[in-house]
């Protein structure tokens, strides 16, 4: 065996290492080392310390211990009780397992002792010397855990090995860093990878410095608000103000302690509570503070309604509510199937237009009450301030977050559905533009960060789902059109008119009156007479309110003569509603020169327009009457210009234009008219009145013309044959370019009209003119 080479009873030690020159004392009570101590005191008291790698490790085998230790001198050993043996040791000098020679009943192991042959006053070695006690100096002044003292006991060494485990011994690593000096054999390489540690732990140290100085200058910080809080308080106490304005300081913080609100947020209350802190309770400005702080509180930051989703129950909602309406159902349908889907798409904006009374804000109730989302709703119709949307800056007296916030409030959840109702109807003046206001709140990109001049913080409006209701588009702002989804709702038919007031409008009057279902009985006939006789509209207000006159009525016989039912048929109906107002049966009108029915499209629905035309010797001179608009009057103008260039094949004298005068006129002159779709119209009434050939009395007619005689489409199709079926028109002649949008137009109106598709004015007159027939006076 080697000089160097020693066999020694080995102890593995858990979570400690022990270095050369190192006195350390620690507890034994594993039977297998206090064999191995007791064989080491029968022999020289030397031992092989080694350090396990794991320190839970109860029975460690070879593989589990590191192969550099100590072979260190037993200086004491004191028996505790239990079993358990304290031993003081002395590190002598670093060795490497050779092999285990045995593990029963210790461990027995042949170890190869190192021992440091670098002379000192080599020049690295010193400055590695100066550089490593300089920077454990440091590291000691820096480190609470270890005692000054130990900087006497360095300076007194000399020689580079010692001084290096000694150091190693003292600091508060790692074991694995402890081991891998440890395992350093040259004192050289055992210096500089000291160094290196050290060098990292005083990095370390000096970062704790730092958080701890400034975990130190906050709680500093709180200690003195609390102190100088404490004597706000008293100061306050003896001024005489209540304790109620403490209690409501503390009601905030309690409040914003609760909230899960952003961080802006939180800031943004924090400070506005530590100013309301320094001021009197009594002080103007402290009420205006407390005024902002309740409406933050009071916002639904994170209140939310869980969606229905369920489509079935959606559609049957939809349908015991509103009767057609077909395209606005689907496109409801649509977004609960994508949303049950996928929970991350934010909410549509459709706009809803139609004519008044067409159910356009009772589908909106509709369809919150079918998702299950709570429903406001915000009328714009004569908003002219821009405040009225974001609000007035607190720089104002009296002002007040603007009425999306107001209605978000009133709501209390997140995700309401909005309504905003008549958005046609807005207006703007010096005061601003409130439908540039709306841009941002009904932008799916930048809603989520919706700030009101108010509040001047974030709020996120993007699970809203705003819908929006107007009678035209014509006068909503573009950028703002663009932002939402438009679904046109025509006019009811007859028929759909008929089932809404059989199964929604009479039964919640009966109800309303305080009557029963048997009390009254409005027979189906009497409801035609009233659609057709007593309401000309679009929509189902009218007929509501004439259906409420006719319960009324029935409801004072019943109380009056003691009745039990009331019966209302068309004999009777006179006396409830008096004389009828309008006559739609066109029908048994008679054929007329110069006379056309003409479609026209309003705000409210569609009409019938009567083009009357009379000739008279003159000098060639147009005269238009009837409050027409430049459209109109453009229109009758390039019909005439086609009337002269065709005068030959029409057998119209040539110098018609210079010796007939010519007056048109659209009767109903108090009420303007205008739009591209008459001059089809306007041309039959000229060629007519120009030929002396009556016009049908059964067709009405829509379609701008050209100089060349060509027949361009025109929109407003469903609304104008509704009125056409209302007026007992029986023919319609129509553009061939609309004949796509006969699809929306309902199966029982189509079933009883005839359509004409017509590409050119020949064809119209074709259709048109009674050629050949007997005028029929």
């Not at 503070?289 to 229905?308: A, C, H, K, V």
């Not at 990109?445 to 588009?473: G, W």
């Not at 659209?666 to 008459?678: L, R, Y």
Request: proline share 4%; charged share 30%.
């Amino acid at each position: 065996m080697p000089s160097n080479m020693k066999r020694l009873p080995l102890l593995p030690l858990r979570g400690l290492s022990i270095f050369p020159y190192m006195v350390l004392h620690f507890d034994v009570g594993r039977e297998k080392s206090v064999k191995a101590l007791e064989e080491a005191m029968i022999d020289d008291q030397l031992i092989f310390l080694v350090t396990q790698m794991d320190a839970n490790t109860d029975l460690p085998e070879e593989e589990d211990f590191y192969k550099v230790g100590t072979i260190s001198k037993v200086k004491q050993l004191l028996k505790l009780p239990g079993d358990t043996i304290r031993v003081l040791v002395e590190g002598i000098s670093r060795a490497e397992i050779h092999s285990i020679v045995s593990d029963e009943p210790f461990f027995l192991a042949d170890v190869m002792e190192y021992n440091s042959d670098t002379e000192d006053g080599e020049p690295e070695i010193e400055a590695l010397k100066r550089s490593v006690t300089d920077a454990f100096e440091e590291y000691v002044k820096l480190n609470s855990k270890i005692a000054p003292e130990i900087l006497v006991t360095i300076s007194a060494v000399d020689d580079a090995d010692r001084l290096a485990d000694i150091i190693a011994s003292n600091m508060t690593i790692k074991i694995e860093e402890k081991q891998e000096i440890l395992a350093k054999f040259e004192v050289k390489s055992r210096l500089e990878k000291l160094y290196s540690v050290i060098l990292k732990e005083l990095d370390i140290l000096e970062l704790e410095r730092k958080i701890n100085n400034r975990v130190r200058k906050q709680i500093d910080k709180t200690q003195k608000e609390y102190y100088l809080r404490e004597q706000l308080k008293a100061i306050q106490k003896e001024l005489g103000d209540k304790d109620g304005f403490e209690e409501e300081i503390e009601e905030y913080r309690d409040k914003l302690k609760k909230l899960e609100l952003p961080e802006e947020v939180v800031n943004k209350v924090e400070k506005e509570i530590d100013r309301l802190t320094k001021m009197a309770p009594g002080s103007p400005e402290s009420g205006v503070i407390r005024t902002y702080l309740d409406w933050i509180f009071d916002l639904p930051w994170n209140n939310e309604t869980d969606d229905n989703l369920d489509i079935k129950n959606a559609r049957n909602v939809l349908d015991e509510d509103h009767y057609g309406l077909k395209k606005v159902k689907e496109r409801v349908l649509e977004y609960l199937a994508i949303r049950r889907l996928s929970n991350n798409m934010k909410g549509p904006i459709l706009c809803l237009v139609g004519p008044p009374g067409v159910g356009k804000t009772s589908i909106a109730k509709s369809i919150a009450r079918a998702m299950g989302r709570k429903f406001v709703r915000m009328s714009l119709g004569g908003v002219r301030d821009e405040a009225e949307i974001r609000g007035h800056r607190r720089t104002y007296i009296g002002a007040i977050p603007g009425r999306v916030i107001y209605y978000m409030k009133q709501a209390g959840t997140r995700n309401p559905l909005f309504l905003f109702d008549e958005i046609d109807k807005m207006s703007s003046d010096f005061r601003g533009d409130p439908s540039s206001a709306l841009l941002e709140v009904l932008d799916a990109e930048q809603n989520k960060d919706f700030r009101d001049h108010y509040l001047e913080l974030p709020f996120d409006l993007s699970k809203v789902m705003f819908l929006t209701t107007a009678n035209t588009t014509d006068t909503i702002p573009g950028p703002l059109l663009d932002r939402m989804e438009v679904i046109h709702l025509s006019g009811y038919t007859e028929e759909e008119k008929l089932s809404i007031a059989n199964k929604y409008l009479i039964p919640k009057q009966i109800k309303e009156h305080s009557l029963k279902l048997g009390n009254v009985a409005i027979s189906e006939a009497a409801v035609r007479d009233i659609i057709n006789r007593y309401t000309r509209e679009s929509g189902v207000r009218s007929l509501e309110r004439e259906l409420a006159k006719v319960i009324r009525k029935a409801a004072t016989e019943i109380v009056e003569k003691n009745k039990k039912t009331v019966r209302v048929n068309p004999g009777n109906l006179k006396k409830f509603l008096g004389i009828p107002r309008y006559r739609y049966d066109v029908a048994n009108m008679k054929n007329e020169v110069g006379v056309v029915t003409g479609l026209a499209w309003t705000p409210v629905g569609g009409d019938t327009l009567f083009i009357e035309v009379s000739t008279m010797p003159g000098t060639g001179k147009l005269e238009l009457t009837g409050h027409l608009g430049d459209v109109m009057k453009e229109s009758a103008k390039a019909g005439l210009s086609y009337i002269r260039s065709r005068a030959d094949k029409f057998g119209i004298d040539k110098d018609f234009s210079k010796n007939v005068d010519i007056h048109v006129h659209v009767p109903e002159g108090a009420t303007p008219k205008d739009g591209p779709s008459a001059g089809i119209t306007m041309t039959t009434a000229l060629i007519s009145a120009l030929t002396d050939i009556p016009v049908r009395k059964d067709v009405a007619m829509t379609g701008e013309i050209t100089l060349r005689g060509r027949v361009l489409p025109i929109g407003g199709l469903k609304e104008k044959t509704l009125a056409a079926n209302r007026a007992g028109i029986k023919k319609i002649i129509l553009p061939k370019e609309n004949e796509k949008d006969l699809e929306e137009i309902p199966n029982n109106v189509r079933k009883a009209m005839e359509f004409v598709l017509v590409d050119s004015m020949d064809e119209v007159l074709e259709h048109a003119l009674c050629r050949g027939e007997a005028n029929d006076n």
